[in-house]
């Protein structure tokens, strides 16, 4: 079985440029999760999508920052335009089932976002 | 708001020995659970242990067992028998229904 994969792994882009960062759940997951980690500190919450609906972006830091998930399959997070202070990795996770704290979060391997 | 910490940022130790990471976290709550990723460098993160927070008995698995002290909301990790794989930033994290939340993370190096 697949497991949840990120694209692209790195970016580098100059400040007032835009990105957009790509996840791909595991297949049959309704839950999928961003985070993001600045250097040397906490994993932050983003936001979480059940299927294709927000279930809860109270973490997106601001409105440059739109995340989408058409269809309820992969999702795309999109900074525009990127400042410096959102450096950092950009980690998405899925898990099964909905509404249970139990449910176990499988990560994928990130997006480090550097901006210039 | 709940905060989770983790007071060593980097720790090492020699293979074949057992190094024990802290955790720490303030919460207000009485059903949540507590888990330590693993991120191994380059690779993605991994759930390595979880623990219930209803339950007294410390969860294990194989050589990854946790010290749960819910009165002084300590969550640490015992890593036994150290192998060089096991060197990865480990990551301690709370969730409740919701609000999920992580350490700052501890590198951990392994020595051989």
């Known amino acids: 079985e697949a497991g949840v994969t990120q694209f692209p792994s790195h970016s580098v882009i100059e400040k007032g440029q835009t990105v957009t960062l790509r996840c791909d759940p595991i297949s049959g997951h309704d839950n999928l999760y961003w985070y993001r980690r600045v250097m040397g500190k906490e994993i932050k919450f983003l936001l979480h999508f059940v299927k294709e609906s927000k279930q809860d972006e109270s973490g997106m830091p601001n409105n440059r920052f739109l995340a989408e998930r058409t269809g309820g399959t992969y999702s795309t997070l999109k900074v525009q335009p990127a400042e410096l202070e959102d450096s950092g990795v950009y980690f998405c996770?899925?898990?099964?089932?909905?509404?249970?704290?139990?449910?176990?979060?499988?990560f994928g391997p990130g997006t480090r976002l550097t901006v210039l | 708001a709940q905060t989770v910490t983790q007071s060593q940022p980097e720790m090492s130790v020699q293979e074949a020995e057992t190094v024990t990471l802290s955790c720490t976290y303030d919460t207000s709550e009485s059903d949540y659970y507590l888990f330590w990723y693993k991120q191994p460098p380059s690779r993605q993160m991994i759930l390595v242990i979880r623990q219930e927070a209803y339950k007294q008995q410390n969860a294990t698995e194989n050589r990854f067992s946790v010290n749960f002290q819910k009165a002084a909301k300590s969550f640490s990790l015992k890593i036994s028998d150290s192998q060089l794989g096991d060197a990865a930033m480990y990551f301690c994290a709370y969730r409740s229904s919701h609000d999920m939340r992580f350490g700052a993370g501890t590198r951990l190096t392994v020595k051989p």
């Open positions: 996770a899925s898990s099964q089932v909905s509404g249970m704290v139990a449910d176990t979060q499988y």
